[in-house]
């Protein structure tokens, strides 16, 4: 169980939103499938957020906003869309066998009316050029 002193100071780790997705992807943490994600560079350019670093730690939450585990950056690296490779999109743990999988799946929730919201373009798409952060992490503690 973690306690507030293993949280205190560290930063949230939200996967996706609120709901079955977040959930889904949660236990895929947990239990060692999800071992990558990725988001896009225009995410974290719109709320002026740094880039991940290699040894940075967050506390991931679940759909209630309750602490689940923590979690350790392993690995970032900066790629197009088009440069995603089959280790990854298997690694992110929600059953890909293709980065063509992979992409419909991840283009679909960046193309949906929440993500659309958030970034706050109506006419949001991302292409094969699209700027990703492709996150490798370990748990740390549960």
């Known amino acids: 169980m973690l306690t507030a002193a293993d949280i205190a100071g560290l930063p949230l780790e939200e996967f996706a939103f609120p709901g079955p997705l977040r959930d889904q992807l949660v236990r895929a943490i947990v239990d060692g499938s999800k071992t990558s994600t990725t988001s896009l560079v225009d995410g974290y350019e719109l709320d002026d957020e740094p880039l991940p670093e290699i040894g940075g730690r967050g506390v991931v939450v679940d759909s209630a906003g309750q602490p689940v585990c923590i979690i350790e950056t392993t690995a970032v690296r900066i790629a197009r869309l088009s440069d995603v490779d089959e280790q990854h999109a298997r690694d992110?743990?929600?059953?890909?066998?293709?980065?063509?999988?992979?992409?419909?799946?991840?283009?679909?929730?960046w193309h949906s009316p929440e993500h659309i919201a958030e970034m706050s373009t109506p006419d949001y798409r991302v292409t094969d050029a699209t700027v990703a952060v492709l996150v490798r992490f370990r748990v740390v503690r549960r």
């Open 92 to 109: 992110e743990g929600e059953g890909y066998e293709t980065v063509s999988d992979w992409r419909r799946g991840h283009e679909q929730f």
